[in-house]
């Protein structure tokens, strides 16, 4: 696994399906921000999902496995971790 930082934005829901309907939402052009103030159920939701800055670890073993090997500005997902599903968005990675 690579080591650094990398920044993310995510949307969690508590099915996969609803995780699903979300992505689509965005593919079609909704900005992810709103979404995520709309749906997430994470505090984050309110800062559109915004996560900050963070490295390897400090994030659940799933969201690391994406956040460190998928491809940036693109939307992941549904990933399941143990508070439920989530969309994850990379918006950098060093």
Known sequence: MQHGQATARH???SSEEKC???KAEIEGGRDFAEV???NSSCPSGAQ???LGSF????MVREFDE???SGELNKVHGPV????????LEITSRS
């Open 36 to 38: 995520a103030k709309e």
């Open 55 to 58: 490295g390897p670890g400090q």
């Open 66 to 68: 994406v956040v460190f």
């Open 48 to 50: 559109g999902g915004d």
């Open 11 to 13: 949307i969690l829901v």
């Open 80 to 87: 399941k971790t143990q508070f439920g599903y989530h969309l």
């Open 20 to 22: 699903e309907a979300l």
